[in-house]
Nanobody
Framework: VQLVESGGGVVGVGGSLRLSCEVS????????IAWFRRAPEKEREAILC????????SPADSMKGRFTISRDNAKNTVYLQMIGLKPEDTADYYC???????????????????WGQGTQVSVSS
């Protein structure tokens, strides 16, 4: 099982980025994938999860209306689209799975799952 994030970078306030999480070693169609982030000196924060049936969770209030998650099973890839970026979005972003189908309690379940190495997002003011 392998997850590889990409698409991070430096962007100005109000900018957009699309992060990708390419998976291998399992069939993406059947499993839920989640995005998390960790800002410097802060706890890991859950962003969004998408189930095998394309149901998505709601993001935290700070991300509502700005972050969306999607998947392309044919490309073995899950995306995190981010718009209206703010300096407080600066963090390392990770995707994860515990090879479950749904997103129930995903924050806790995926702590013991499989994680990518992360991609860094820096929003400059």
């Amino acid at each position: 099982v392998q997850l590889v994030e990409s698409g991070g970078g430096v962007v100005g306030v109000g900018g957009s980025l699309r992060l990708s999480c390419e998976v291998s070693g399992f069939t993406l169609d059947y499993y839920a994938i989640a995005w998390f982030r960790r800002a410097p000196e802060k706890e890991r924060e859950a962003i969004l999860c998408i189930s095998s049936s394309d149901e998505t969770t709601s993001p935290a209030d700070s991300m509502k209306g700005r972050f969306t998650i999607s998947r392309d099973n044919a490309k073995n890839t899950v995306y995190l689209q981010m718009i209206g970026l703010k300096p407080e979005d600066t963090a390392d972003y990770y995707c994860a799975t515990d090879l479950s189908e749904d997103c129930t309690n995903y924050y806790y379940r995926m702590m013991g799952g499989y994680w990518g190495q992360g991609t860094q997002v820096s929003v400059s003011s």
